[in-house]
């Protein structure tokens, strides 16, 4: 698994939590290191491994846990980096949802050895729609939850998501548009780069 | 209808007047409208020529325009401009090329001044991803880089010959002298070495600094103890010391084969080697300072004495060294 996955996974867990959790976390997932580098590439076996260390030491429901690391990744000002590339996916979130099936081809153009989930978005209605996950890790739809939560945030929209179940490895959410202007969101400049 | 699909745009009448704009052409200038301008007094047409008049212009159809903005901040654009459906008419489209990072920033564009399928918003995507990848590579190198310099200063081993380095003999014969031990110091070093490297080069020195160390590796007891501690010094521990007959020996034979020619690419390298040594039974309290300083003594008299020899240390050299005022350097070996 990439290193940018499992230090992502760090960083949520000490920015929300505090080092020493993160420390306890390591210890629990039997690391032998506390530091992910972003830019190696681990194991497999240690991404599911340190998710289930991180839940055990914060006591958290592991679903939950990781909506609350798709929300973190967003959200939180240190990841800004993160948010204004998926910006720049479209002008509304409804732009943006159509481009979350390129979102793993996007990645790659960036570091090329990143492997997203497969994601892809049906149309059922007007403003209905589902997005399908499959990815290696399990709950990676819990995750994109949280994404498709902060980001409608972001672009001030009003939605309602709902995480459908998996079968066959696919996990699916269902996201309803209640109303794309609903409040004011948060400004995105080209220009501006994040530092 | 122009609007949409070339955002960035503008039309003009036979006279070179600009009679519309483009929506996000008409942001690059925020002195005045561009609109009702003469083309020419915006855009300076800088190739594949100076053009200076219209006709120039108009002889430049369907060209790479490249021009710059007569405005500050002087940003640089590429074009192209073709006959427009009435009589004498032109339309020049625009775009930022390679500088839209800071036409974005300038300007203050957001991705509906582009054309749904300009790919400009794509370049800003990629650009500031790849530099988040690459600070992220950055900080990776930097931290790698620290770590070896850490693992450098902590080294024991000297990369040239595989022997201890200064700071590894450092520790061990600070051990010896805390364990009470009887050993034997023995500093050694090599005679001509300089001509070596200064007439057949440093790959040529490395390699007889490379045999002279498989010599000494050979000669000395698995237990005992070789070190390079400076260019061409080596500091010697032997353990176990009950007779320093054996020392002697052990000594001559390096000695002896240090002087057989060493081959290097075909042509022979001659060096040899002087050594003087000091017993660590000599001592009621021994120092590494006293018994490095001693050694030294002893090898002194070696090369007084003509080099190629070996000599033990003892009370009447150091008072004979002390009398005739001999400046005797204690080695100030370079740290490795």
Known sequence: ?195 | MLSVLCPMHVVLCPDGLITSAGPTTQKLSRQQPVVGRPFLDVFEIKRPREITTLEGLREAAAMKLHLQLREPPHRELKGVLMEGPDEGQMIVNLSFGISVVDAVQDYKLTAADFAPTDLAIEMLYLVEAKSAAMEASRQLNRRLQGARVAAEEQALTDTLTGLRNRRGMDSILSDLIADGENFALMHMDLDYFKAVNDTMGHAAGDYVLQQVASIMLKEVRSHDTVARVGGDEFVLLLRDVEEPAVIDQIATRIIERIREPILFEGERCKVSGSAGTTLSRNYEVATADQLLGDADVALYESKHRGRGRHTFFSEELRARSEAAKIPLPRAQAPQM
């Open chain 1, 1 to 195: 698994m990439h290193g940018l996955i499992n230090r992502a996974i760090q960083r949520f867990v000490v920015d929300s939590y505090g080092a020493p959790q993160w420390a306890a976390v390591a210890r629990r997932a039997d690391l032998g290191f506390v530091e992910f580098e972003a830019m190696w590439t681990y194991d497999d076996a240690i991404t599911p491994r340190v998710l289930a260390a991180v839940s055990d030491i914060l006591d958290r429901p592991y679903d939950e846990l990781m909506e609350d690391i798709g929300t973190y990744l967003v959200s939180h000002p240190n990841l800004e980096a993160l948010r204004r590339l998926l910006r720049f996916g479209g002008v509304t979130f409804v732009e943006f949802l159509h481009s979350l099936d390129d979102l793993p081809d996007r990645a790659r153009l960036a570091v090329a050895d990143l492997t997203l989930p497969r994601l892809e978005l049906r149309e059922h209605g007007p403003h209905q729609y589902s997005l399908t996950c499959v990815g290696d890790i399990p709950g990676c739809g819990h995750l994109f939850t949280g994404v498709l939560r902060a980001m409608a945030d972001d672009y001030g929209a009003l939605v309602f998501l709902e995480h459908r179940g998996e079968a066959d490895g696919v996990e699916t959410v269902s996201i309803a548009l209640l109303e794309a202007d609903y409040a004011e969101g948060r400004g995105f400049e080209l220009g501006a780069q994040a530092s």
